[in-house]
């Protein structure tokens, strides 16, 4: 897998931090490298913001524990679109 790519997705994860104040207390969060792992496995270029969208939060949700309904996570989804097409 793309490390560069890898490299922008959890920069994007921890600039949205779904954790907030908690991710301080995750001792193997690594910057949610392997969530932004995970997000890329089910993406490809032609995957739409919607589609990263719902992956992007089926993950990080299904990884802490957190319920599926977070606020103005399409813009992260596009930032992922837009690291995916360059």
Do not use: C, H
């Not at 995970?38 to 990080?60: A, G, P, Q």
Request: aromatic share 10%.
């Amino acid at each position: 897998m793309n490390e560069e790519l890898i490299e922008k997705v959890k920069q994007i994860l921890t600039e949205w931090n779904p954790l907030g104040d908690y991710a301080s207390e995750v001792e193997d969060l690594n910057n949610y490298e392997t969530e932004a792992i995970d997000i890329l496995f089910y993406l490809n270029k032609k995957s739409s913001v919607e589609r990263i969208n719902k992956v992007m939060v089926e993950i990080v949700s299904d990884a802490f524990g957190l319920l599926d309904d977070f606020e103005d996570t399409l813009q992260y989804a596009e930032k992922i679109k837009k690291s995916l097409n360059e």
